[in-house]
């Protein structure tokens, strides 16, 4: 189905090491599919590449959504299609407030190729509503959008703002990468209940933690384990309880014994 996420002998660099070394993983439209692994397995490598992030050179594989290999599309082309990355927080530019930042999202996606962007642009008091409503859902404060981007938002706003911003884009397949040490227990709450309240047939999204933390909020369909660069086993949310309660150097040794 072209909702989801398909992910085809991933390889990819930063400067001369590799980093993926085959990635092979299918998120499924509609589903919450973790990702977990040790420190250093490629995880966020992973997220970024899906993301287009320029730091990163894939040799080879492919990466399917939307009925299209993204990894011929430029990263607004992906956001386009419906690809959400959470973890890439915006740029701080002086005098954003949140209302514009969203707004120009939303103009970004509704824009055509040789079109009047005035003319593709959301109508303000259709804008307007839909904040409203997005930011009702998600029992904000109002004073919220009126906050300047760049004012020092805590791990907390930061993802309130992330969760609004998938509120409003409806994106069908979201990327997040939790790795954020500082994330205190409020923030990831956060995080877990938006995901939570979007999540359905619309909605798939690859959760990327190291954090089992996580899981006890969000629940997952599937979870797939990362370990140097490559996919070394999936389950299901009993696999998250299993590492969980006893790491991964049994894994380890497992596929040691396997080799
Ligand atoms: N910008 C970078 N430059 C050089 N090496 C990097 C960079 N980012 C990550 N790495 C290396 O790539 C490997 C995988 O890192 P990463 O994808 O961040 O893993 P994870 O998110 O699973 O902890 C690690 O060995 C890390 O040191
Ligand atoms: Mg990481």
Known sequence: MSNDL????????????????????????GTIHAIMGPNGSGKSTLAHVIAGHPDYEVTAGEIWYGGQNILELEADERSKL????????????????VANFLRAAINAHRAEEGKDPKATAIPMAEFRKMLREGMKTLEMDEGFARRYLNEGFSGGEKKRLEILQMTMLKPGMVV???????????????????????????????????????????????????????????????????????????????LAGAA
């Open 6 to 29: 398909v992910i085809k002998d991933l390889c990819a660099n930063i400067g001369d090491n590799e980093i993926l070394k085959g990635v092979n993983l299918t998120i499924r439209g």
């Open 82 to 97: 419906g690809l959400f990355l959470a973890f890439q927080y915006p740029v701080a530019v002086p005098g954003v407030t």
């Open 176 to 254: 997040m990468d939790e790795t954020d040490s500082g994330l205190d227990i409020d923030a990831l709450r956060i995080v877990a209940e938006g995901v939570n309240r979007l999540a359905g047939p619309e909605l798939g999204a690859l959760v990327i933690t190291h954090y089992q933390r996580l899981l006890n909020y969000i629940k997952p369909n599937f979870v797939s384990v990362m370990m140097d660069g490559r996919i070394v086993r999936d389950g299901g949310p009993e696999l998250a309880l299993e590492l969980e309660e006893k790491g991964y150097d049994w894994l380890r040794e497992e």
